[in-house]
């Protein structure tokens, strides 16, 4: 027998161990990587969503009047901000009272397929403190986000959000195209 036995070579040849390590370790680096950008890429989609959304808040709160092709303009600049489709967001303006420690819906434009908020529908929680006889801007807009990749098991997530805007200049709101309730 000629000295080193097979397995012993085996076992002391070092030959290949870094690419035996670069083999184990770069689907878990490109795991990484890609579930590192599809988080990104759901972060950015969230924050555009909401920052649009207060956008449209704040051009809303700093006008007296608007018609229902006004806020169809403001419909497409959320959408071209947002950087969604059409089917993919959707979109709700409605001015909101406080009368008597109450909450009342003046007017509510909702294209489809967003219903117009009612009084019953208003969603309290999220309104800010508002006096008597105030009014607000209430913005609410949602976006579907899908994931880059799917390598985290993100699903297609619907991003929710809202602004409550005071008007700038005028007690109200006003919706010249819109039947309202007596504000």
């Known amino acids: 027998m000629s000295g080193i036995s097979p397995f012993r070579r085996l076992a002391r040849d070092r030959r290949g161990i870094a690419a035996i390590e670069f083999a184990l370790i770069a689907p878990v680096l490109i795991a990484l990587l890609l579930g590192t950008v599809t988080l990104f890429g759901l972060y950015r989609d969230s924050a555009t969503a909401e920052k649009s959304t207060f956008t449209i808040g704040d051009i809303l709160s700093r006008k007296t009047e608007t018609t229902t092709a ?3 303009v403001n419909r497409a600049i959320f959408v071209a901000m947002a950087g969604h ?4 967001t959707t979109f709700r303006v409605s001015s ?19 219903v ?25 807009t949602t976006v579907q986000s899908t994931p880059l990749f799917n390598t985290v098991g993100l699903p297609v ?4 959000n809202f602004s ?6 005028s007690a109200a709101l006003k919706n010249t195209s819109m039947t309202s309730a007596p504000c």
């Not at 997530?157 to 929710?160: A, G, K």
């Open 96 to 114: 909101v009272m406080r009368k008597s420690g109450k909450f009342v819906v003046c007017w509510s434009y909702a294209p489809s397929p967003m």
């Open 164 to 169: 409550a805007a005071r008007p700038r200049f």
């Open 85 to 88: 489709p059409v089917g993919e």
């Open 116 to 140: 117009a908020m009612t009084d019953a529908t208003i969603p309290t929680a999220d309104m800010p403190v508002v006096a008597d006889s105030d009014s607000v801007i209430f913005v609410e």
């Open 157 to 160: 997530t619907t991003l929710s």
């Open 70 to 72: 006004d806020l169809d």
